[in-house]
């Protein structure tokens, strides 16, 4: 089956500092696209904070299996009810992948019901990503870490519950370590967070950035059911059938 991947982009900085448009000259979505379309059978459509209703309609959003989420400056910009339109998609088996300074997105705030404060420094220094859970299908083809030469420093404690699944953890030269790949559920939908990719430096041109992205896009897919279920007025078995007959 073909999934259908929305990347949603706050498109922000790359329109406003020329050093970050001279790396991504038509995005970081377009780049981040470009990507999952190498990694399997999907079909990738963009969408950006300044389009009507964010890019993100109901058709949109009905038309999408995995949704992709960066932002950084402008969180504040997001509507809360197209926040709430993506959050009820999540609890209905739409998968989100966060990434980066989406940490702070009110989507992903919403969904982890905590502040999602972390620690940080922007200092360029580089970064190694070790896999701390080689079984996960999202560290497949990923090797024992990812070196990324320049990156931002996002350190512990990163405010977030305790992962169903931590698949990554940092490591930077400042001694910090960061949970920096953690899987969650919420409803029937599957969220995961990715550190890597500030936007001063090609962090979604890394080949194995891009990998674990397709890979954590593939993890996320709906798995195929009927619409989940939720409260009954009745039990489906009259309690009597129930009793325990000793
Ligand atoms: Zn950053």
Redesign the pocket.
């Known amino acids: 089956m073909t999934l259908r991947v929305t990347v949603w982009n706050e498109y922000r900085h790359e329109r406003e500092n020329q050093q970050i448009a001279g790396i991504y000259p038509d995005g970081m979505h377009a780049v981040i696209a470009a990507g999952i379309r190498e990694g399997g059978d999907v079909t990738v459509r963009t969408a950006t904070l300044d389009e009507p209703e964010h890019g993100l309609t109901d058709a949109v959003l009905a038309e999408t299996d995995v949704l992709v989420w960066w932002g ?1 400056k402008a969180h504040g910009d997001v509507e809360d009810a197209i926040v709430k339109r993506v959050q009820e998609r999540v609890l209905l088996g739409m998968g989100l992948i966060v990434l ?2 989406g940490h702070f997105s009110k989507i992903f705030k919403v969904l982890m019901g905590t502040s999602c404060d972390l620690r940080w420094r922007e200092d360029g220094a580089n970064e190694r990503i070790w896999v701390v859970n080689p079984s996960h299908p999202i560290a497949a083809g990923i090797g024992d870490y990812i070196d990324i030469e320049h990156e ?1 420093m996002y350190g512990e404690h990163f405010d977030i519950p305790a992962p169903d699944d931590l698949v990554f953890v940092s490591w930077f030269k400042g001694g910090e370590v960061f949970r920096s790949g953690a899987c969650f559920s919420r409803g029937a939908g599957k969220i995961f967070y990715f550190r890597p990719g ?2 001063t430096f090609p962090t979604y041109f890394h080949p194995q950035v891009r990998r674990v992205i397709s890979n954590a896009v593939a993890w996320a897919a709906p798995v195929a059911r009927d619409h989940p279920t939720v409260a009954r007025r009745n039990p489906e078995r009259p309690l009597e059938d129930m009793t325990v007959t000793r």
């Open positions: 950084h980066h300074s931002e500030h936007e």
